[in-house]
């Protein structure tokens, strides 16, 4: 069982690229979200979808954008990558109901120069 | 609304000393409480969760945590610590669905021989 499978696991851009991090799971979850960490900052809600078609902003959503074509898959698009968005990125899915365990992936380490 | 606070950004213990990490959390509803461990460049795993069935709770590697309403507390124990335990700890708490889980800063526990 594969679960939370991000990809690449590193990337670095240049400022102004854009790219776009990859996110499947096999769980049939409807919940999928990204979160980004930073040193000091624990982890902090990009964006979450709620089901196919269905995307909402988490805390920090600037520069970055997200579609839920697929139960299956959530990408997360950097439009316009700046140096601040240099963090590592990890998704998570799970099912709604609350105390349900939150699976997340591996995380990919993204360096923006 | 929610939140967590983590006390100690770093605990330094000896390897076979108690290891107690700090968590307090707010949260405008009943709350599903979460620890998760992170290795050196890996990703996040999930110790033990919280989810009202009982207020002290078994984890994985020898871990626990008590939930004490009247403290928003939610700290996590360890008897006796171990090398392998150093990592960085996260508590996380989240409301009444899964869609939006609220991370502390992480405590960075060090293991001395």
């Known amino acids: 069982n594969a679960g939370v499978t991000q990809t690449p696991k590193f990337q670095v851009l240049k400022t102004g690229q854009s790219m776009t991090l990859q996110c499947a799971q096999d769980m049939n979850h409807e919940y999928m979200s990204w979160y980004r960490q930073d040193p000091g900052m624990g982890l902090r809600l990009i964006h979450y979808?709620?089901?196919?078609?269905?995307?909402d902003q988490g805390e920090v959503p600037n520069g970055y954008n997200v579609s839920r074509s697929t139960t299956e898959d959530f990408p997360l698009r950097l439009l316009s990558a700046a140096p601040s968005q240099t963090s590592v990125y990890f998704c998570?899915?799970?099912?709604?109901?609350?105390?349900?365990?939150?699976?997340f992936g591996e995380g990919s380490w993204l360096t923006v120069v | 609304a929610q939140s967590v606070t983590q006390l100690g950004s770093h605990v330094s213990v000896s390897e076979g000393a108690l290891v107690l990490l700090r968590c307090n959390y707010s949260s405008s509803v009943p709350p599903y409480l979460f620890w998760y461990v992170q290795y050196p460049n890996q990703g996040l795993q999930l110790l033990l969760k919280y989810t009202s069935a009982a207020t002290l709770v078994k984890g994985i590697n020898g871990f626990e945590a008590e939930f004490k309403k009247s403290e928003t507390s939610f700290h996590l124990t360890k008897p006796s610590a171990h090398m392998s335990d150093a990592a960085e700890y996260f508590c996380a708490v989240s409301g009444g669905s899964n869609y939006k889980l609220t991370f502390g800063k992480g405590t960075l526990l060090t293991v001395n021989p």
């Open positions: 979808s709620v089901g196919a078609g269905i995307t």
């Open positions: 998570a899915s799970s099912h709604p109901e609350g105390g349900n365990t939150i699976y």
